[in-house]
């Protein structure tokens, strides 16, 4: 399984939000960093077509996924960090209904959306109204909801947000275990939860992916340019983030 970005740009006017990305993804976590508009949300966007691009293509197993449409969005799934939930609807029916939006069929929804109320901890609150629900709670029904039709590339925006740090290493386990067969895309602030279950860290900055890989090895390459005022035992992935934050690199 591949999803290849070749050279994709986005521009809104004369502002460059996404400046010729070219990478290529496979099974496994992707943990994808930058601040407020290095193309993180773009880039998202631009993978669930829910933007046009303005040059480049992105590839899923070698074809275009515009070229494909409806068959690459039955095998993506998509977590989007606003939380777009009825209100007056229960766990247990919103799940439902979005499985019927996606294609899986009834009477395997229905097993499915019982693993998954486990899964995200939500089994004793299923007959709940969603606008009962805290925004943590919401998060578990839209992680829930993006992997309803066990898709192949799956892309979450701030997943544990608002989770408690209890909740935050279970969803973190369960992504990580997603990944085993499927391309995962994470977008997050939290840098300690892909730390420790991303493949690669892409590190974007003003609309270019400025380094890729494995977090042993982003950190080993900052200190090897740093002051050496840490012990490389000592650095982390915040290191990383911040040194390409600051201005060190271009």
């Given at each position: 399984m591949e999803l290849e970005?070749?050279?994709?740009?986005?521009?809104?006017?004369?502002?460059?939000?996404?400046?010729?990305?070219?990478?290529?993804?496979?099974?496994?976590?992707y943990g994808?960093?930058?601040?407020?508009?290095?193309?993180?949300?773009?880039?998202?966007?631009?993978?669930?077509?829910n933007i046009k691009r303005t040059s480049g293509s992105i590839l899923y197993n070698g074809k275009d996924i515009l070229?494909?449409?409806?068959?690459?969005?039955?095998?993506?799934?998509?977590?989007?960090?606003?939380?777009?939930?009825?209100g007056n609807m229960t766990a247990k029916e919103f799940l439902m209904y979005m499985s019927s939006v996606k294609g899986v069929k009834r009477s395997d929804a229905k097993k499915h959306i019982e693993q998954l109320l486990e899964i995200v901890n939500l089994s004793d609150v299923a007959g709940k109204k969603l606008a009962e629900f805290s925004g943590g709670m919401k998060q578990r029904v839209m992680l829930a909801q993006a992997v309803m039709n066990e898709p192949e590339v799956i892309i979450l925006d701030e997943p544990t947000a608002g989770l408690d740090p209890k909740e935050?290493?279970?969803?973190?386990?369960?992504?990580?275990e997603l990944s085993e067969n499927k391309i995962v895309l994470l977008a997050t602030h939290v840098v300690s939860d892909i730390e420790k279950i991303s493949k690669e860290i892409l590190l974007m900055k003003k609309g270019s992916l400025v380094q890729k890989g494995t977090p042993e090895?982003?950190?080993?390459?900052?200190?090897?340019?740093?002051?050496k005022s840490k012990t490389i035992e000592q650095m982390d992935l915040e290191d990383v983030y911040m040194f390409y934050l600051d201005d060190n690199e271009n």
């Open positions: 970005f070749k050279e994709l740009t986005k521009k809104y006017g004369e502002n460059l939000a996404l400046d010729g990305f070219t990478t290529t993804l496979e099974n496994g976590v994808l960093l930058g601040p407020n508009g290095a193309g993180k949300s773009t880039l998202m966007n631009l993978i669930t077509d070229e494909l449409g409806a068959k690459f969005r039955q095998k993506l799934g998509y977590m989007p960090q606003q939380q777009g939930i009825y935050r290493i279970r969803m973190r386990d369960f992504i990580k090895n982003l950190i080993k390459n900052v200190w090897q340019k740093s002051d």
